[in-house]
Structures are given as structure tokens and as C-alpha cells.
């Protein structure tokens, strides 16, 4: 009962998740060079771009406890940033879509700052209304702000065209992994604390001294510069916006794939937007019908499991060698089971 319980040092835990992470990586590597088709590879550039979006807007609603409706506005943002810089730098390739990658999320981050000063003071039904007016300011300016200053930048409802397509599977992995192990790290921080600690009891946070609205809107910035760098891979991947994609509906969209892995699981919103991008696409054979099967199965799923996939639970690698090590992994379930004896 003395002894004492042994534990993985930290370099160990990071050098587990690098090697996972590269042996995933080699084998979607394999999959999509060899026997994935052009049609499939597609569909996996989208999962990730979809992750991206997930993970990032499950920093406001899962982790924050807030209900933000205007993710997909900071996603035009980004995706319009990015665009415009690699369409008219004069840099090498490599160099143009990093940097406009970091100006997308810049960019995003900054309008998630404007917006979420005034609408983080409101919070449930207010929040989300408050929130879908500006996503669809962010649209409608992107639709018709070129006829106000009189010369053609945006290309509003034609489109903007020709823009560089630097986006490929290796590039939007990286963007994955970067995005999953900085929204980690950050929610293990003294900041991610104060973050969960607002979620949990706002008042009872703010008696302890935690600055609710510096922290609020720090999460709101941070689910936002996320999504911009979404919008600016995804821009640098189909090679033309139009202001219509980024509308209320993939608000929405991104919304449900949150709650439907789970609020505040970063590997339920994985699970989940990898399902919701791919359960389109495998019914796509049954044409009108492939809408319906959609929707039932995310009833169904509301049903059966209200909390989503996976709850609040994230997996981890380190904890479960830690529970093999100390020979924890099925006392619970063996306890479980002599009690019924």
C-alpha cells in the first residue's frame, strides 16, 4: 500500500506521442501515395481541414463553456488573408504559404479579439446570436465591400480565382498535429486552468482572482487564430472563395461535429470530424437519400449518447502505460466483479 506509484517523466511522455505521431503519419503517407485514390485524398484534406476547425472552436465551447455560431466568419478571414498574400507575393512558393499561413491566423485572432471584447459579456442564446451577426457581417463585407471602395480585391460573389493551390496532405498533417499539441499544452497551462475554471463556475473563478474577461477572450482569440489557419489552408487547397461557403451553415456545421465528439474532448472532436466529413461522402451513392441517413444517425446519436462520442474523456497514451506499470488497468473492473460475487 507504501509503495510508491510510478510515473513517466515528461520527455518520455513527448518522445511516446512523436513516435505515434510519425508512425501515423507513414502510414496515411503509404495510404495516399499508393492506394487511396485522387477522390479519397481529397476527402482526407478536408478531415483535416475539418479537425482543425473542430479542435479550434472546441477551445471556446468545450473548454470555455461559451456558444459561439460565427466560427466559420473567422474562417473567411483567414482563408481571404492567406489568399490574397500567396496570390500576389513575390516569394518563393514554400515561404509565401508559411507566412500567409501566419498572417491568417493573425488576422483571425485579431477579429476574434474585436468581436469577443464586446460579445463575452454575454453569454447562452445572447452569446450565439451575437455571434452569428458578426460572422454574417464578416460575409456580407466579404460579398460586397469591393462595389464600396470601388476597385477589385475580393471579387465578392465571382469569386476570388487563381489562387495558388500549396496545400497537400503534408502540410495540412503538420497543421493538425501543431494545432492538437498547442490547444493541449495551453489547457494544461495555468492558463487553460483559469479557462476551466471559468467554464466551471464563473463567479466562483472571479472571487479567486482569476481575470474572467482577459481569459474569456484569450480563449475566444485563441479558438479563432485556429480557424483562420483552417480557412487558409483550405484556400490554398480548392484554389477559389466565394463569401457563400462561409455562411451559417458551416457555423453550424463545425458546431455539430464538437458536440457530437463531445464538449471539451479534443479526441472527440477528432472521431467526430472525421466521421461527419466522411459519412457524406460514403452515402453520396444513395443521391437524395444520403441527407436523411446523416441526420439520423446525429439524432440517434443525441439519444443514445447526449454527451457526445466521448463525454469530456481524452485519451492518453502515457496514462495508460502508467496504469500497465502500476498494475491498475483492470482493478477497477476486477473490484467491479467481486462485489457481485
Known amino acids: 500500500m507504501n509503495t510508491k506509484r510510478k510515473t513517466l517523466k515528461m520527455p518520455v511522455r513527448y518522445l511516446m506521442n512523436t513516435v505515434l505521431v510519425a ?47 460565427g ?6 478571414v483567414g482563408a481571404y488573408t492567406c489568399a490574397l498574400f500567396t496570390k500576389y507575393s513575390p516569394l518563393p512558393s514554400g515561404i509565401s504559404f508559411a507566412i500567409g499561413l501566419v498572417l491568417a491566423c493573425i488576422m483571425a485572432g485579431l477579429f476574434g479579439v474585436l468581436i469577443g471584447i464586446p460579445a463575452l459579456r454575454l453569454t447562452g442564446d445572447y452569446l450565439a446570436i451575437l455571434t452569428l451577426g458578426f460572422g454574417e457581417i464578416i460575409r456580407i463585407t466579404l460579398n460586397n465591400i469591393d462595389d464600396v471602395l470601388g476597385y477589385s480585391l475580393f471579387y465578392g ?77 483550405y484556400a490554398c487547397y480548392i484554389g477559389v472563395l466565394n463569401p457563400s461557403i462561409f455562411g451559417f451553415m458551416k ?9 457530437l465528439g463531445g464538449m471539451g474532448s479534443m479526441l472527440g472532436s477528432i472521431l ?12 453520396r451513392s444513395f443521391d437524395s437519400y444520403r441527407m436523411v441517413i446523416y441526420s439520423l444517425v446525429l439524432i440517434l ?40 460475487e
Not at 457555423?251 to 458536440?259: C, Q, T
Not at 467526430?272 to 452515402?283: D, F, K, M, Q, R
Open 71 to 76: 466560427h466559420a466568419g473567422f474562417m473567411a
Open 272 to 283: 467526430s470530424a472525421t466521421v461527419l466529413t466522411i459519412l457524406p461522402e460514403a452515402t
Open 157 to 233: 460573389s465571382k469569386g476570388l480565382k487563381n489562387i495558388p493551390k500549396y496545400s497537400h496532405f503534408s502540410n495540412v498533417f503538420l497543421c493538425v498535429v501543431i494545432t492538437c499539441f498547442l490547444i493541449h499544452t495551453m489547457m494544461k497551462s495555468r492558463h487553460g486552468r483559469a479557462v476551466l475554471a471559468i467554464r466551471d463556475n464563473e463567479i466562483a473563478a472571479e472571487s479567486c482572482g482569476i481575470q474572467t474577461t482577459y481569459y474569456k477572450v484569450m480563449a475566444f482569440a485563441f479558438s479563432a487564430a485556429f480557424a483562420g489557419l483552417a480557412g487558409g489552408l
Open 251 to 259: 457555423s453550424i456545421e463545425i458546431l455539430v461535429m464538437v458536440v
Open 23 to 69: 508512425l501515423l503519419f507513414l502510414g496515411l503517407s503509404y495510404l495516399t501515395g499508393n492506394l487511396l485514390s485522387t477522390y479519397q485524398n481529397k476527402v482526407l484534406m478536408t478531415v483535416g481541414i475539418n479537425i482543425i476547425l473542430a479542435v479550434s472552436l472546441n477551445v471556446a465551447t468545450g473548454y470555455l463553456g461559451q456558444l459561439p455560431l
Open 301 to 340: 446519436m443525441m439519444i443514445f449518447r447526449p454527451g457526445g462520442l466521448l463525454g469530456s474523456y481524452d485519451f492518453s497514451v502515457s496514462r495508460i502505460v502508467e496504469k500497465v506499470l502500476n498494475g491498475e488497468l483492470f482493478r477497477k473492473k476486477n473490484k467491479e466483479g467481486a462485489d457481485h
